[in-house]
Each structure stands twice: as structure tokens, then as C-alpha cells.
């Protein structure tokens, strides 16, 4: 793989005051083993950015939800 290709998910978060940090579990460092069945395409993908393709679904999946919780929280208001 390039060396010179840099994935957006290995940046680190920029957040703003609009997008405040969630307190969550990752802050602690808690992770729990989890047994998930994903797509062979989509892990494939994920693993040929090289090491860490676990943390980077652990990001994409956390983006997902703090986006759906901003979505609801301004529906209920």
C-alpha cells in the first residue's frame, strides 16, 4: 500500500462548538469484545488501510451515532 495515502479515519476528530464531545465509554478506555458479522467486501476494504481497520469501524460506527443523537435531540425540541 502507499505509504503516502492517508485515510480521512486516521486523523484525529477536529470538533468544534457545534459538535461538542460526547462523554463515553472510550474516554475510560473501556472496550468490550463483541462477536459482529460484517460483509467480506466491506472487511476487506477496512483492512487494506493497513493495521488498526478495528478502530477505524469503532470510529465510523461512533460518528454514526453521535449523529443520530443529534438528529433526534433536535426532533424532540
Known amino acids: 500500500m502507499n505509504k ?3 485515510p480521512e479515519w486516521d486523523q484525529p476528530a477536529v470538533r468544534t462548538e457545534e459538535t461538542p464531545a460526547v ?3 472510550a474516554a475510560t478506555g ?3 469484545i463483541v462477536t459482529i ?3 467480506v467486501d466491506m472487511l476487506e476494504w477496512f483492512k487494506s488501510a493497513g493495521p488498526g481497520y478495528q478502530t477505524r469501524i469503532n ?5 454514526y451515532m ?3 443523537r443529534v438528529r433526534a435531540q433536535v426532533e424532540q425540541h
Open 4 to 6: 503516502e495515502y492517508m
Open 66 to 68: 453521535e449523529a443520530n
Open 30 to 32: 473501556v472496550k468490550q
Open 23 to 25: 462523554k463515553h465509554n
Open 59 to 63: 470510529q465510523v460506527l461512533r460518528e
Open 37 to 39: 458479522r460484517l460483509d
